[in-house]
């Protein structure tokens, strides 16, 4: 594998939450003589595809790379040849704070970690989904904030195109991402959310 050195890329989508998350800025470094291992985080190109994905190794050996996120419920159906492989993630940035990303062994046990949890947490959410989406579509929680603590939205300009943000505070619980017509608002916040009004006072955005 010809070795490769990346300078930065930004990271957008949900798929390797909690480690990687919208708006990071990553360091990516090329394979040398060290192999591809299971549980590192690497940037790659899918077999049809031309779009990098930033997903961690699940297996690598003679039978190929499989990748997968760690907020992904499923392995990715491709299986990679290592040229397919354009570098591994090493920090991402977010603003002044950089924090590690790990691979290998370590990696390999925090992929795991989040997914039970996830698995968990998806279980528990399925039985209480049917409440929680009755009281985000009453409203009722929305009447009780305060008007300092009521969302609002603020947009920032990316390489990809324009990212809104919704804070509550300055608490960030929501993005529409560049070219995504959905938000991704966090639970619980969407019972104080309306979202069909978000962009009604365009004065709440700034670039």
């Known amino acids: 594998m010809k070795p490769i050195e990346l300078k930065t890329m930004t990271y957008i989508g949900p798929s390797m939450r909690p480690i990687l998350k919208p708006g990071d800025r990553l360091q990516v470094i090329g394979y040398d003589r060290q192999g591809i ?21 699940v297996s690598a050996g003679s039978q190929g790379i499989k990748t997968r996120g760690d907020n992904c419920n499923q392995v990715d159906q491709w299986v990679l040849s290592p040229d397919r492989i354009l570098g591994r993630v090493v920090y991402a940035r977010k603003g002044n704070r950089r924090r590690r990303v790990f691979g290998g062994s370590l990696g390999h046990l925090l992929g795991v ?95």
Not at 153 to 175: D, H, T
């Open 113 to 207: 970690t989040i997914r039970t949890i996830n698995g968990i947490d998806q279980r528990v959410s399925g039985l209480l989904h049917p409440a929680y989406e009755w009281s985000a579509g009453r409203g009722m929680f929305r009447r009780l904030l305060p008007a300092q603590m009521r969302p609002r939205v603020i947009s920032f300009a990316r390489p990809e195109g324009i990212e809104l943000q919704l804070l509550m505070g300055r608490w960030l619980i929501g993005r529409r991402l560049p070219g995504r017509s959905r938000w991704y608002i966090r639970r619980p916040f969407r019972l104080f959310v309306d979202e069909n009004s978000l962009l009604e006072n365009p004065s709440r955005q700034r670039s």
């Open 37 to 57: 291992r299971r549980g590192d985080v690497v940037v790659f190109v899918p077999p049809g595809g031309t779009a990098k994905i930033i997903h961690r190794v």
